[in-house]
């Protein structure tokens, strides 16, 4: 057994670039579930209309990146108002409903063949984002102990984990504040607050664009972390992700999801590693080498149930709160 | 603007008022409540009677649930600075009447009126606004929250509650002194500070009830409805309700309350407006609309020669005895 080679490519990927768009997408959620009680379902339509975004921005309408990350950002404001104009008024479920169909059409509607000369079809928009690398600072990758990462590689890591610090210390100046104070009252009981004057909506509004606005910085990670933007990245399977990572970090935390992210691609691919090593040197028999990224995901959905049984509040959350009699 | 100026200097005349009489007694005798009785003294009992000086006007009031007429009322006035009881049997509509008040709830038709500012088609936050808070049958403590943090949301006009403000404190951070300050002041008053750090959810009924009261007064209201307060609430705290709320009469501010125990009604109402079947049936002090006939009829059933506490269900535990 490599001990040293599973841990260092554990490691490589809980401080990766998945673990930086995860983190920002469950951030995003955070606000949304964590704090106001809002059940966006649709987290990964916030991600995809800001990859796509700024690589049309820059492959089809031949604009700077920078005009790209605005177009990004106001995408997922406009998708924000969309979703939310019609739903916010109604009982929380049906902005659940809403959402997930919501990210499918974008999904799909990007994927179509009509649309095939905008956004690539199911080939996606690939090779766009050398302006993002020019701006590199390093001339070399990263060779610390186990963790290696390549020049690149280095470059949009460093850039995701300082908008995830950006993002953390955004949600933690607003959710000290009266503001936050509102919002997460409303989690508790929306009715209360409006009997105390606030504007639900429009707090709930609020919450619906910050959220996906920080839901998107993950898009944008996404899509120049891999130079590429293809359609069904961004299925369900991101948001309910997103999901797991924030549940198991802690909801209504602050940095539950940045937690949750490193822990959870840590783990994936700390059970890979290993999977795939016992089986080559035969101490499993039962299953191949090309089964492991499946049975992962078993080893994985089961760790998250017994996770919910034994600490349903999350690594970071705290029980005497969650156990409180919610009414 | 010079609405807003002349609404300032009216907010401030009333608090000056409040002020001026607030827990001050006249050989014992509560003046606020001397000062309703007083009031309310000539007014004829009869439903939809008009008032003196009505803080709330409301008229031709209809909700229809599908083909139920849930509420129906002709016509009902508020006399400013009195306690008024509504009462009535299970589904006449009380609730529903509150929640169309508040604007919870849309009517059908009619419009009513608050301090003169028509309320119709105004969203529930907006009511709430312009001084007429509520608490709710069924209390809505924010129970994954402090009480401080439950008192503090009470208050109007906060800044840091604007997004861009809130994350600058400095902006905040001197308005959210004073409310705390303030939140301290009310919470010793309902005897909850020794409680200011515990989360909502770990209180009792009762205190919630407490807390929600208090919660409302944040915001400085000219008129406090409650629904049911004494619903849930043991005995021993029973006493000290009824104070808080004989209290906010004192310091000038009118309330509404529903209620189902008439010994409370009686106790510390000016006025009570009885509903049957979505309508207005009777009005009057208390102790002349419980031998109203009518009232009798809709509401007491049977059992009216007896203590009015002892309803049907009381009576059937005690007879084996």
Redesign the interface.
């Known amino acids: 057994m490599d001990w040293g080679n599973i841990l260092g490519q554990s490691i490589t990927q809980g401080l990766g670039v998945l673990a930086v768009i995860y983190a920002l997408a469950a951030i995003g959620l955070n606000v949304h579930f964590g704090y106001t009680g809002l059940l966006n379902f649709g987290q990964a339509g916030f991600l995809a209309v800001a990859a796509y975004g700024l690589a049309v921005t820059i492959v089809v309408l031949e604009l700077p990146l920078f005009v790209g990350v605005v177009i990004g950002l106001l995408a997922a404001v406009a998708l924000a108002l969309l979703l939310g104009i019609p739903t916010l008024r109604l009982r929380a479920d049906y902005l659940a409903i809403v959402t997930i169909a919501a990210a499918e059409i974008i999904r799909l509607l990007v994927r179509s063949v009509t649309l095939r000369d905008i956004f690539g079809g199911s080939d996606g928009i690939n090779a766009f984002a050398n302006e993002f690398f020019s701006y590199s600072p390093f001339s070399a990758g990263l060779e610390l102990g186990p963790v290696r990462l390549s020049q690149n590689d280095l470059w949009v890591v460093v850039v995701g984990w300082t908008l995830v610090a950006l993002s953390c210390l ?1 949600v933690w ?2 959710m ?7 919002i ?2 409303i ?3 929306e ?10 909506y429009f707090y709930k509004m ?1 919450a619906l664009i910050i959220g996906g606005v920080l839901g998107s910085l993950g898009g944008f990670i996404f899509a120049v972390g891999f130079q590429s933007v293809q359609p069904d990245s961004y299925a369900t399977d991101l948001t309910f992700f997103a999901y797991a990572v924030l549940i198991l970090g802690g909801a209504g935390r602050v940095m539950g999801p940045v937690l949750g992210a490193v822990v959870f691609w840590f783990l994936l691919v700390f059970i890979d590693g290993t999977l795939a090593q016992l089986v080559q040197n035969g101490t499993i028999t039962f299953i191949r080498t090309d089964q492991v990224g499946q049975v992962r995901y078993w080893i994985l959905g089961l760790s998250l149930m017994l996770l919910m049984i034994y600490r349903p509040q999350g690594i970071l959350g705290d029980k ?2 969650l156990a ?4 | 603007m010079p609405d807003d100026d002349a609404a300032a200097l009216e907010q401030a005349d009333i608090a000056e008022e409040r002020a001026q009489f607030a827990h001050t007694t006249i050989a014992g005798e509560l003046l606020g409540r001397r000062k309703a009785v007083e009031a309310l003294a000539d007014v004829p009992h009869e439903p939809g009677v008009p008032k003196p000086d009505p803080i709330l006007v409301a008229d031709g009031i209809v909700r229809r649930f599908g083909g139920l007429v849930a509420v129906d009322v002709a016509h009902a006035e508020i006399q400013r600075g009195s306690i008024t009881a509504l009462v009535g049997p299970n589904g006449a509509g009380k609730t529903t009447f509150f929640n169309l008040l ?1 604007g ?1 709830d849309q009517p059908n038709e009619g419009k009513w009126s608050f301090n003169g500012i028509e309320l119709k088609g105004k ?4 009511v ?2 312009l001084g007429m ?4 049958q ?1 209390t ?6 402090k009480v401080i ?2 008192m ?3 208050a ?1 006009d ?6 861009w ?3 600058i ?1 400095g902006i ?1 951070r001197r308005q ?1 002194q004073s409310i705390e300050a303030k939140a301290d002041g009310l919470l010793a008053r309902f005897k909850l500070d020794t409680k200011r750090e515990d ?1 909502a ?2 209180l009792s009924g009762g205190q919630r009830k407490l807390l929600e009261m208090a ?2 007064l ?2 400085d209201p000219d008129m406090v409805m409650l629904d049911e307060p004494m619903a849930g609430v043991n005995p021993a705290l029973t006493q000290s309700l009824l104070g808080h709320i004989m209290d906010l009469r004192e310091q000038g501010m009118t309330v509404l309350f529903v209620e189902h125990d008439m010994d409370v009604v009686r106790s510390i109402s000016d006025w009570v407006i009885v509903m049957g079947q979505g309508k207005v049936i009777a009005e009057g002090p208390p102790d002349a609309v419980m031998s109203n006939p009518a009232v009798i009829d809709a509401y007491l059933g049977a059992h009216h020669d007896k203590a009015l506490t002892d309803t049907g269900e009381s009576l059937s535990f005690t007879e084996p005895e």
């Open positions: 955004l100046l607003l000290r504040s009266p503001w936050g104070r509102v997460k009252a989690r508790e009981d009715d209360a607050v409006r009997s105390l004057g606030k504007n639900v609020q005497k709160e409180l009699d919610a009414r | 508040t919870f969203a529930a936050y907006k709430a606004r808070v509520r608490t709710f069924l809505k403590a924010l129970s994954r929250m943090d439950n503090a949301l009470g109007k906060q800044k840091g509650e604007h997004f403000a809130a994350v404190p905040w959210e989360f959810g770990s919660r409302a944040m915001s």
